[in-house]
């Protein structure tokens, strides 16, 4: 059936419900290259300042989910995790080795960086070597070996998702919660994760500011589950501070070695534990969340987790060795200290700014084809409620450009809001629905 592209974007701008055949008309058009990117920005738009009912975004799913293949695992329970994105977000890439290594199975469809947040596969391909596109054939057996894969979405696996994925990057729609919505959920489902975490990240950092629009967007993400047979468990997380010491593609992976050889950073460590709990709990690995934490906690002191990590990089083409020794990471020339231009303790930190001031390094894309520098990112150690003292280290700058790192070390100074009485931290678990 034949419509007009103008027409549909005009009822969608005024925020009237397009029918599963305009849907099917507006995608199809656009992945044949009849509609081009311009229109297809249009609709976008359109969707972000009217949104969509969610038979509407269900309809959307389908449509991303049957542009390609799908993917079965008929011989065990799988289960995957989908962070909405944040600054330092690097759990995926610690927490898929520990379930795996506690028996269960993940089959992770992951994506680029989008915005001012970070990719995981941009991380694990700071990795020398490390391949994440994968055919169906080997992307199963590397999950049915490994316990676990994270590849890149073929040409095969939602091709509709994977393009409009790329121009929501560049539009300015990132944080429409319909589009989000289809987008997590067609590549949860296509890549056969009967199971499925949501980490809901709120805050300064999250494209979600507010834990009401984030209840929203957890509602829309279970409904579109329920209505798949995918059983959805949601944790809202803090992301008011960035997650971890590190942020940056082959820093965030020097910090999960770390972190997997024993260093606990305790927000990294208390998100990790809180999502493999629900993971393992949904998978039926366990019998209760108690046993799901002992088992945690188990496979990290005893080191499988790592060996887990260890051999899904092997499989994934990378060089292993970089869990002995993480100077075989790339490394930047220049490390520039930040200094604090006062005293006081942190009140507030603008994680969003210092995603976009990091992209001036290279760590992220500023278009669809642009270049990442894997070397470039910052170490922030510093939290909400820590205090920092005047013409101290705030953190350092990571970069290949001296004169860009310096104006990046201030853009991400006047990050820091302080105050003059001492203030408390602040959770990072806000809250689970299971």
Not at 83 to 97: M, N, R
Not at 327 to 356: R, V
Request: contains cysteine.
């Amino acid at each position: 059936m034949e419509f007009n592209p103008v027409e549909l974007i005009n009822k969608k701008k005024t925020g009237e419900n397009l029918t599963e055949d305009e849907l099917r008309f507006f995608i199809g058009s656009y992945l044949n290259n009849k509609i081009p990117e311009y229109q297809m920005s249009a609709l976008l738009m359109a969707i972000y300042f009217k949104g969509m009912k969610i038979e509407e975004i269900q309809t959307l799913t389908q449509i991303y989910i049957e542009s390609g293949k799908r993917i079965t695992f008929p011989d065990y329970a799988t289960v995957d995790k989908h962070s909405t994105g944040g600054v330092g977000d690097k759990i995926s890439i610690v927490l898929a080795p520990i379930v795996a290594a506690c028996g269960g199975k993940i089959p992770m469809i992951s994506g680029r960086g989008l915005g001012h947040t970070g990719g995981t596969l941009d991380k694990l391909e700071s990795i020398p070597g490390f391949r994440t596109d994968f055919s169906e054939v080997e992307f199963k057996k590397m999950v049915d070996e490994v316990g676990f894969s994270i590849i890149c979405q073929s040409e095969e696996l939602v091709p509709a998702d994977k393009r409009i994925y790329a121009l929501r990057d560049v539009t300015g729609t990132v944080e429409s919660l319909p589009l989000i919505t289809a987008s997590i959920m067609s590549k949860k489902i296509a890549e056969g994760a009967q199971n499925l975490v949501i980490d809901l990240k709120v805050g300064t950092g999250a494209f979600m500011k507010n834990l009401d629009n984030a209840q929203k967007l957890a509602e829309l993400l279970i409904a579109t589950g329920e209505k798949f047979g995918q059983r959805v468990s949601v944790v809202f997380s803090n992301m008011n501070s960035p997650l971890g010491d590190y942020i940056g593609n082959a820093l965030e992976i020097k910090e999960c070695i770390e972190y997997l050889k024993g260093k606990r950073l305790p927000d990294i460590h208390e998100l990790t534990k809180a999502l493999a709990v629900e993971m393992l709990y949904l998978t039926e690995n366990v019998e209760n969340r108690k046993e799901a934490a002992s088992l945690v906690e188990e496979v990290l002191q005893n080191g499988k987790a790592l060996e887990c990590f260890r051999t899904f990089i092997s499989a994934q083409g990378g060089n292993p060795k970089v869990c002995d020794d993480t100077t075989l990471l790339p490394q930047s020339k220049f490390e520039i200290p930040i200094i604090a231009n006062s005293a006081g303790w942190i009140k507030s930190i603008d994680s969003q700014k210092i995603g976009y001031a990091l992209v001036e390094l290279g760590a992220g894309r500023k278009a669809l084809d642009s270049k990442l520098d894997y070397t470039t990112g910052a170490y922030l150690p510093f939290k909400i409620g820590d205090r920092i003292e005047k013409g101290k280290e705030l953190g350092k700058i990571y970069s290949n450009n001296y004169e860009t790192g310096m104006n990046v070390a201030t853009l991400i100074n006047k990050s820091f809001a302080l105050s003059t009485r001492k203030l408390a931290g602040q959770k990072v678990i806000l809250k689970v629905i299971n």
